[in-house]
Nanobody, 115 residues
Framework: QVRLVESGGGLVQAGGSLRLSCVSS????????MAWYRQAPGKVRELVAA???????NYADSVKGRFTISRDNAKNTAYLQMDSLKPEDTAVYYC?????????WGQGTQVTVSS
């Protein structure tokens, strides 16, 4: 069974930085696409960034140039470096791993950006 555990959320002022981590277990990590999603109150969950096993990346337009997704296959961990944070980045951030046709999710970590 795939298990994802996120960490690194918190409260930060606008313009600040945070790094989220997602540790995966129960899968052949290096083969699978990892992604970060977020969900703000009253809004649908949206894709923030994704990285394939081959390390190709894609980003939501709203975070391009500010966020960086990466992975360390030796540690079965994906990261989301978030710089120049804005109040509109406030949301619960979820780690996602795609294994075949299945999606697995972490429990979520709260990111709050104060103005």
């Amino acid at each position: 069974q795939v298990r994802l555990v996120e960490s690194g959320g918190g409260l930060v002022q606008a313009g600040g930085s945070l790094r989220l981590s997602c540790v995966s277990s129960g899968s052949i990590f290096f083969l699978n696409t990892m992604a970060w999603y977020r969900q703000a109150p009253g809004k649908v969950r949206e894709l923030v960034a994704a990285i394939t096993g081959g390390r190709s990346t894609n980003y939501a337009d709203s975070v391009k140039g500010r966020f960086t997704i990466s992975r360390d296959n030796a540690k079965n961990t994906a990261y989301l470096q978030m710089d120049s944070l804005k109040p509109e980045d406030t949301a619960v951030y979820y780690c996602n791993q795609k294994v075949g046709k299945n999606d697995y999710w972490g429990q979520g970590t709260q990111v709050t950006v104060s103005s």
